[in-house]
């Protein structure tokens, strides 16, 4: 009986950790959606609609699969707990571009790409100290894909120097 009521105890205790640290999560990938939907809105207004919907296919798949305004910039409609997609909804099939835009939308995405890969790199710092390896190890990939030239993403993720490129082990023999 008392084994029980202390492995209960056990998973109660453990279960409630988990959550708190899901809603903190959720909250971190809530705040980087926000900054990407701002950046791919500027990119929809400069006349890139295509590297708009680039980034917020971004959002929806690695950060928040319901952020509304994305799914709303995309063509969808929430019905009850659901999107689906607007019939009517038509989204542009080409870019406009114009150099001048391209150029300050090309500074924006340096802006937010820099912003979020340090927010990774922090959570990533954070995980690797809690000794969540394996949660420090997906922030710290997303650095990378934000800021491929981070030093330290490169050094935890164990990438080695390729011809120009780095990789991890496997990948070195992959390619």
Known sequence: ML????LSLFIALFSVQGLAQDGADAKFLGDQAKLLHKYAEDAYDDGFPLIAKRVWLMVLSEYDTD???????????????????????VYPKEDSPDPKAAKSLRGKWEKTAGKVAGNHRKKAREYAEAGRDDRARWHYEKVLFFDAGDEEAQEALDHQAVAGLTGTDLEKTLY
């Not at 952020?67 to 909804?89: E, M, N, Q, V």
């Open 3 to 6: 084994r029980q009521l202390l």
């Open 67 to 89: 952020h509304a305004p994305a799914r709303k910039a995309l063509g969808y409609i929430k019905a009850g707990k659901t999107w689906s997609k607007d019939p009517k909804f």
